[in-house]
């Protein structure tokens, strides 16, 4: 789970205009958020400046997006919801 | 930092919100040549009006005939009487433009083949008062709120409209008088306090779905701004009217639009019956959405309901086949195997109702001006304070807000009150001094939370709260029940006194911000089960198992709901439109 000043601002960005971001963003954020590496932290970072539409369109699958590492991302959030 | 270095500014408007409410009347004040500063807890685009997925309504009769009176009807029909009627014919009257506007402000509206916008039906429309299903539902494909908020929020760029995206509202500021005067807000990244005077303000926070466990609501709708008016010393109106919307997808509370129901999905118990047959026979499905709710509570507490708890029931999409389910209701079937695992194209989807609407709010006149009882006046204007959009009670959905209404609702009310604040502007020249102990007041509250030691832990308070409500004021109700409801949040109000935080940063604080919303949710909590255990009588979404009738003699009004001492008080329903005949009640059968 997020402690610093920088992860308590990410968690801020975790809230969203959507039940469901919120939802899947705040059990990520819990189950998947110490397992990342520098480089996984900058594309949540990249993500969470999406629009929420766009943002529940890629995690729920709705779209896939043309940049593979996004992509591959957003696969090992939507797998973390299932562990 | 210390009080008296707090820094000042001032602008003509302030406005405290930027759904759809706050921004559309930012941007008519904005065009206007009003200096207008809009405060928001959240990025602009990412307030809750992004949710909105199945549309506004307007008769604009381009797929059924329609006329603003028919929607006139529907809504007052469908508040069940309690909606005020002068503000109904101000909105259905208004609607066509208002859409008209959307679209020029950028809104790709889905389009019929004759290159009109596209109209889908939703529950609780009707052709000639009453007749045939209307179909009167404007959308951008699912995706209404999320284009209403950017075509909105580019417009107010361009307007130049002063934006401070993540500074949050902690009080009203007002003179003795009892003129609103701006707001104390703080900065969520530094922690810096700000005072904003503004000669109007206008509150647009949203609802407060957040009152419930299970909810359709993003976590930022913790009902801030309907605190801010309670602790202002004014009223909530009609609190115990919460709408739960019946198809919440079962244990987690994410909404499967009525559009489902619209393109032809079904609702079955466990035995495989079409329940809504025997509740509406005509509306079936499309009935509104109290009745839709209260039929699935009854199925399941009748011991018809599914699954292994047979706690919920199902809604049937299947037979409407993959091409119309991927073509029309795209987002649905993605949401389904997101967070369940099951295809809708193949299998039913579990269902229960779910927190959605909060239909009360601080009553406003139709020009979104704030007004409350003082002596024998039952609306007296509070000078300088304005609201509107689901944080407002105007009332234009009483006891019951139909789908597509409320977006509607927020746009209509947003630019009145604008329009309203840009003459009162005119008059109101300069700005007035304020009380600084109002100031101080707003300053104290932030600051308790730096108390340190053991004590309470918010998160866990607030799911005591949440699970209170749930059980205590939801789908049914009984006096016992309620009773027991203001019991429990009194001693929640307790021990939230010796709640504390265990992070005393300024920077990105949000234990803090989720603190202060939890004293928000904590007196909206209040207000909604004082004034559910009040009336004593089943209309629209408030229903008592004890009190199963609508009961016209006694309870045609309004309630209103203080802070001091829990005072209740009431004032009667608007029932005389502006230019036709009003609609007097009769029952409420779809
Ligand atoms: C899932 C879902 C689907 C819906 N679909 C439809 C639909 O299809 N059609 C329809 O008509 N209605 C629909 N509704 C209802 C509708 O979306 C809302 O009623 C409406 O968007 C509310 O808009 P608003 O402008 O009043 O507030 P919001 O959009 O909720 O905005 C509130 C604003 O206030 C700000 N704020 C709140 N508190 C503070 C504070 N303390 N300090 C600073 N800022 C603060 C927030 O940051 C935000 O900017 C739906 C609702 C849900 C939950």
């Not at chain 2, 329940?275 to 509406?280: C, K, P």
């Not at chain 2, 003459?423 to 101080?440: A, I, T």
């Not at chain 2, 089960?529 to 009738?549: K, L, M, N, T, W």
Request: hydrophobic share 40%.
């Amino acid at each position: 789970m997020p402690e610093t000043a920088s992860d308590s601002r990410l968690r801020w960005r975790c809230r969203r205009g959507m039940l469901e971001l919120d939802l899947i963003l705040q059990e990520f954020l819990d189950k998947g958020y110490d397992l990342l590496d520098a480089k996984q932290k900058q594309l949540l970072d990249v993500m969470l400046e999406y629009p929420d539409q766009l943002l529940f369109d890629l995690l729920l699958g709705n779209m896939i997006s043309s940049d593979k590492d996004i992509a591959q991302f957003v696969t090992r959030i939507r797998n973390t919801l299932r562990t | 930092m210390s009080i008296q270095n707090i820094e000042r500014r001032r602008f003509d408007a302030l406005i405290i919100g930027a759904g759809g409410g706050g921004l559309r009347a930012a941007l008519q004040l904005a065009e206007a040549e009003a200096s207008v500063a809009v405060v928001s807890k959240v990025f602009p685009t990412r307030s809750h009006t992004v949710a909105a997925q199945g549309g506004m309504n307007a008769a604009l009769a381009n797929v059924l005939p329609d006329n603003w009176h028919w929607h006139m009807f529907d809504t007052v029909k469908g508040s069940d009487y309690l909606g005020d009627q002068d503000a109904i014919e101000y909105m259905c009257r208004a609607a066509p433009k208002v859409v008209y506007e959307m679209e020029h402000f950028g809104v790709p509206f889905s389009r019929l083949d004759n290159g009109k916008i596209y109209q889908r039906p939703f529950g609780g429309q009707s052709q000639n008062f009453g007749g045939d299903q209307a179909a009167r539902t404007c959308a951008a494909a699912d995706r209404t709120g999320h284009a209403i908020l950017h075509s909105l929020y580019q417009q107010n760029i361009r307007a130049k409209t002063n934006f401070f995206d993540e500074y949050f509202a902690v009080d009203l500021l007002k003179d003795e008088a009892g003129n609103v005067l701006g707001a104390f807000v703080f900065n969520i990244h530094t922690g810096e306090e700000l005072i904003i005077e503004a000669k109007t303000t206008l509150l647009a926070t949203g609802g407060a779905g957040q009152l419930y466990r299970t909810t359709t609501n993003a976590m930022i709708n913790t009902g801030d701004g309907m605190a801010m008016a309670l602790r202002a010393g004014l009223p909530l109106q009609d609190m115990e009217f919460f709408q739960f919307h019946p198809t919440g997808i079962a244990g987690r509370g994410m909404l499967i639009t009525e559009g489902a129901r619209g393109e032809g999905g079904y609702l079955v118990n466990v035995k495989g019956e079409r329940l809504m047959e025997r509740y509406a026979p005509k509306a079936k499905d499309l009935a509104s959405r109290d009745v839709v709710s209260r039929a699935i509570y009854t199925e399941v507490k009748e011991g018809r309901g599914c699954g292994p708890e047979q706690d919920h029931v199902m809604l049937k999409l299947d037979h409407l086949g993959t091409d119309v389910i991927q073509k029309r209701l795209p987002g649905i079937r993605q949401t389904c195997i997101t967070f369940l695992g099951i295809d809708p194209a193949e299998h039913p989807i579990p269902v229960y109702p779910t927190a959605h609407y909060t239909m009360g709010g601080i009553p406003t006149d139709r020009f979104g001006r704030v007004v409350t009882p003082v002596k024998d006046t039952p609306e007296e204007v509070v000078n300088g304070l304005y609201a509107a959009g689901e944080c407002a009670c105007v009332s234009v959905h009483g006891a019951n807000r139909l789908g597509g209404n409320s977006i509607l609702d927020i746009l209509v009310f947003g630019r009145a009150a604008a329009n309203h604040i840009i003459d009162y502007l005119k008059d109101v020249r300069y700005h007035k001094p304020m009380d600084e102990n109002s100031v101080d007041r707003a300053y104290e509250r932030l600051h308790r939370w730096d108390r340190t030691g053991d004590g309470e832990s918010v998160e866990q308070l607030r799911k005591d709260l949440k699970r209170t409500m749930e059980d205590n004021c939801g789908v049914f109700r009984t006096r016992d029940i309620l009773e027991n409801g203001v019991k429990e949040v009194h001693k929640l109000q307790e021990r939230m006194k010796n709640a504390r935080i265990t992070d005393h940063s300024g920077l990105f604080n949000t234990a803090r911000v989720e603190a202060l919303e939890l004293e928000n949710l904590m007196d909206v909590a209040l207000a909604t089960v004082y004034s559910a255990c009040a009336r004593q009588e089943s209309r629209g979404a408030h229903s008592r198992i004890d009190f199963p009738e609508r009961n016209d003699i006694h309870w045609m009004k309004h309630t209103l709901f203080f802070r001091e001492n829990c005072k209740l008080d009431f004032k009667p329903v608007r029932t005389k439109p502006l230019s036709v005949a009003s609609f007097p009640p009769k029952a409420r059968v779809y």
